[in-house]
């Protein structure tokens, strides 16, 4: 049974559409957008960098020249690195990741400790490639660079955080040609 060349009034569908019909998708799409864009801009909402389990509250805009700039904090206050291995053991089971394929895998503070991060945090582990454009060895560069700003006076901490936050692969593509100006 062909339906080329039929009309409406041919398949005995008389109904005429309602108006906007057929457009649901659009119109809630539309929608969904501007109500994300109205959030996006809502005053004291903090940024999801800001997330208390994920920061150390040792370390303030205040108390940087003590804490992340002072050389040698990092290995200072990370747990040791067989307390890290059990750490990165859990997760990857978690995950159901195979252990044989453990050493392609990092375990990353969702917000480095460099950037004032927490150190044990549970909620600041995760698992992170080693390779690839949102690698842990990218992100440990990117992180490096953030915290020369921060201690340097060129971006606050805040800035620095935020900028780790989310989507920080495909926002700083080219970290070779960064400045401490452009966040």
Known sequence: MALRGMTRRDTGFDEKPKPGAGRPGRIARAMLAYCCATLAFVPGTPPYAQRAEW???????????????????????????????????????????????????????????????SPNSPANLDL??????AGQRRKERLAVYLKRCVCTGDITLKDAQSAMAGDWSNRYPNLSSMSCSGF
Not at 61 to 86: A, H, K, N, W
Not at 128 to 133: A, D, H, L
Request: aromatic fraction near 8%.
């Open 55 to 117: 920061l150390d509250a040792r370390v303030t805009q205040t108390t940087i020249v003590d804490t992340i700039c002072v050389p040698g904090y990092v290995d200072r206050v990370l747990p040791s690195f067989e307390i890290q291995m059990r750490q990165k053991e859990r997760l990857l089971k978690q995950r159901s990741i195979d252990a044989s394929f453990a050493s392609e895998y990092a375990l990353d503070h969702r917000m480095p400790v460099l950037l004032g991060g």
């Open 128 to 133: 992170r490639r080693w390779e690839g454009r």
